[in-house]
């Protein structure tokens, strides 16, 4: 019974890695292909609207990564 415990949490912390390396590759593939910085707009700027797209990204993200776990 620990076994299977064992090889599940293992999956689950493997699936969560790459998850979060695939946010972060989505992140930097975001700021490299737009003319401006996001964080900058998002931070300084207070850029709202841009702030909506960005969570928008990070939720369809994770709805991908789940979807893919089940």
């Not at 620990?2 to 590759?25: D, H």
């Not at 910085?37 to 797209?53: F, R, T």
Request: hydrophobic share 60%; charged share 10%; glycine share 8%.
């Amino acid at each position: 019974m620990e076994k299977i415990e064992l090889v599940g949490m293992l999956s689950t912390l493997m699936y969560a890695g790459i998850g979060i390396a695939v946010f972060f590759l989505v992140l930097s593939l975001i700021e490299v292909m737009t003319k401006y910085s996001v964080s900058k707009k998002i931070a300084q700027e207070g850029n709202v609207a841009l702030a909506i797209v960005l969570a928008s990204i990070i939720i369809a993200l994770g709805l991908i990564i789940s979807a893919s776990i089940h």
